[in-house]
């Protein structure tokens, strides 16, 4: 073989070896971006399907307040049908005579007002509590506890009534329950009367029953409270700090201390805590609102307060209090709203409240 001919085959081998080496490579780039691919294709795979899954878990997790509404006594999650029933007004006696009370701890609004000789009693509201077998001593009704009991639409529980309240107990529009004439009442041996006339949930219910009253708010009804709905606590805007507060009765020399790690006022009268008699509870409370009235009475003593018109009061929650305005168009109809000095209404923290009439010549002491 010639030296030309060899130097040709030579050649052609080193081609061949070349068009050999560049298709390895490239198939081995084509198989590289094929995997490629399909890890892609299964990462986007599995995200679709661990988004799936996300949507899964999302969509099983249920609504914690499903069928449950905003009690427009306490603010707090009830049951929607429950939100929707009318609270039970009951007339405490708040005398020396008759304490320790039945049941007060369990009342989600509290209302307190001087009577005759400077005693105080207590109108206290209740919702949906079911098992409440003794509740008082319950005593006698006074106008300006019946109209506070009317602004809840609640069905008003007492056992008598003065002369000046009889005009409104005889209007169909009020929801009254009196245990001198017609309600499920006893009375127990461990006190004397008058302070030992009590009810029962059960047997104010079915005088309700009987009466053929309401159990369910009026369409369109609107509380006298607004409550705050957000996680965190709300303040008065422009507070001061209140870690005690004097109502200055001179009967009972009532007073709350704030409580930071509880964030509620205990309820202190007659020199001590105040007590229930059967939960052996201090009574609480979220809210205290005072409303400053004008002092008026009848001949015989008996209180007159105008609790309609404009006048000035506190609102103290959270540990800080501050000034605010309250007004009631009507007498007899309509809530009373509070506002702060700017005019936005005071937004309440879910919870117990106390609301208290004190004479605008008393006042209240806050420290």
């Known amino acids: 073989m010639s030296k030309r001919s060899k130097s040709n085959n030579k050649t052609i081998v080193t081609l061949l070896m070349f068009i050999v080496l560049v298709l390895?490579?490239?198939?081995?780039?084509?198989?590289?971006?094929?995997?490629?691919?399909?890890?892609?294709?299964?990462?986007?795979?599995?995200?679709?399907?661990?988004?799936n899954k996300d949507n899964v878990t999302q969509s099983s997790e249920k609504d914690p307040y499903e069928n449950m509404a905003r009690s427009k006594l306490s603010g707090q999650w009830v049951e929607k049908e429950l939100a929707e029933k009318v609270p039970?007004?009951?007339m405490y006696s708040n005398i020396a005579d008759a304490m320790p009370q039945a049941n007060i701890?369990?009342?989600?609004?509290?209302?307190?007002?001087?009577?005759e000789g400077k005693i105080t009693r207590m109108c206290c509201l209740f919702e949906n509590q079911t098992d409440l077998e003794k509740i008082g001593p319950v005593?006698?009704?006074?106008?300006?506890?019946?109209?506070?009991?009317?602004?809840?639409?609640?069905?008003y529980v007492h056992f008598g009534y003065s002369e000046y309240a009889e005009k409104y107990l005889k209007n169909d529009s009020f929801k009254s329950l009196d245990g001198m004439s017609y309600c499920n009442f006893y009375r127990t041996n461990d006190r004397?009367?008058?302070h030992n006339a009590y009810t029962?949930?059960?047997?104010i219910a079915d005088s309700v029953q009987a009466k053929n009253y309401p159990s369910a708010y009026s369409q369109g009804y609107t509380s006298p409270f607004t409550?705050?709905?957000q996680e965190n606590p709300i303040v008065p805007p422009s507070g001061t700090t209140c870690d005690r507060v004097d109502m200055n009765y001179s009967?009972?020399?009532?007073y709350f201390e704030y409580d930071a790690a509880k964030s509620r006022y205990l309820r202190y009268q007659f020199g001590a805590a105040q007590i229930d008699q059967q939960t052996g509870e201090q009574l609480e409370f979220d809210n205290i609102i005072v409303k400053y009235v004008e002092p008026d009475y009848y001949e015989n003593g008996t209180p007159n307060y105008k609790i309609s018109g404009v006048g000035e009061g506190y609102f103290i929650t959270q540990g800080y209090g501050q000034k605010i305005t309250w007004v009631k168009e009507n007498e007899s109809y309509g809530a009373t709203k509070y506002y702060y000095e700017d005019g936005t209404e005071i937004i309440l923290n879910p919870g117990k409240t106390y609301v208290a009439l004190v004479e605008t010549s008393q006042k209240i002491t806050v420290q």
């Open 200 to 203: 029962s949930w059960a047997g």
């Open 105 to 115: 701890s369990k009342a989600d609004v509290v209302f307190e007002a001087p009577v």
């Open 24 to 51: 390895i490579v490239l198939a081995a780039l084509f198989n590289t971006d094929i995997l490629i691919d399909k890890e892609r294709q299964v990462s986007v795979n599995s995200a679709k399907i661990n988004s």
């Open 227 to 229: 409550f705050h709905t």
């Open 251 to 254: 009967y009972n020399q009532p």
């Open 192 to 194: 004397v009367a008058p």
């Open 88 to 90: 039970y007004a009951v």
């Open 139 to 155: 005593r006698s009704c006074r106008t300006y506890f019946l109209l506070f009991a009317r602004e809840f639409e609640s069905i």
